[in-house]
């Protein structure tokens, strides 16, 4: 599978994922639609982007209006990548329903709900391979203390992945769950509660985006934390 002159949706594409995702897809021949969740953070999309979009994942209304305005436009989507999510440190006894229920939105329901909306339009250019890729991390493969509900949500995206990797397979829609370890993407410090423990040094965005999109080429289900 090739990126040139393919239209590719990247949820989240104002942050240190998304925004390398739009230069190197961009390079690589793509057009790229970005999402971020206001007009303040679509501000921090490159200028690569083809269109810049907005949805805030934690509210359905703007999901259905993100979804509606493409679903309306009826333009082909080749490729929905998801790189958007928030973190949060706390043990499961300490972590409130309503911080977990805010990371289950954010990282998993909101972005599933954009995909499965869209699969139409993943499926409207039958003369072009499609995909859909998402970053759960090395947190869906196994546990870490201190970060139970992190865990879980991604844990859950990883088996929304796992699952329509089955049902769009009669579709010819490749899916992609790429699994890295911890990146220098300053989601960290920026946890919606908590504090990050001390990490030793991440690695680039440059490299995870460059074996997420290698992984892509190559049709990898799943790319394993090893991987990176």
């Known amino acids: 599978m090739e990126f040139t002159g393919k ?10 994922l998304g925004s390398e995702l739009v230069r190197q897809l961009t390079a690589q021949g793509a057009k790229v639609m970005a999402t971020a969740r206001n007009p303040e953070t679509a501000a921090k999309i490159p200028a690569e982007a083809a269109l810049k ?3 805030d994942l934690e509210i359905p209304e703007s999901i259905k209006t993100l979804t509606d305005y493409l679903l309306d436009a009826n333009t082909p989507i080749n490729g929905i990548i998801n790189a958007a999510g928030v973190v949060g440190f706390a043990k499961a006894t300490e ?3 309503e911080d977990s229920a805010k990371l289950m939105q954010i990282n998993n329901l909101g972005p599933a709900a954009i995909i499965s909306t869209l699969h139409p339009l993943l499926v409207l250019d039958k003369d072009t391979e499609s995909f859909v890729a998402a970053f759960t991390g090395v947190v869906s493969e196994k546990v870490f203390p201190g970060m139970s509900s992190y865990t879980v949500s991604k844990m859950a995206h990883a088996s929304y992945l796992a699952t329509i990797t089955q049902e769009f397979r009669r579709d010819k829609i490749q899916v992609t769950d790429a699994k890295p370890g911890h990146t220098e993407t300053g989601l ?9 423990p001390t990490f030793p040094e991440g690695m680039s965005t440059a490299h995870v985006v460059s074996v997420l999109l290698a992984g892509i080429k190559e049709g990898k289900p799943v ?4 991987e990176f």
């Open 53 to 55: 979009l907005v949805v």
């Open 223 to 226: 790319i394993a934390s090893t």
């Open 7 to 16: 239209n590719i949706l990247v949820i989240g594409g104002s942050g240190a």
């Open 95 to 97: 972590t409130s329903p």
């Open 188 to 196: 960290a410090s920026r946890a919606i509660f908590g504090t990050a």
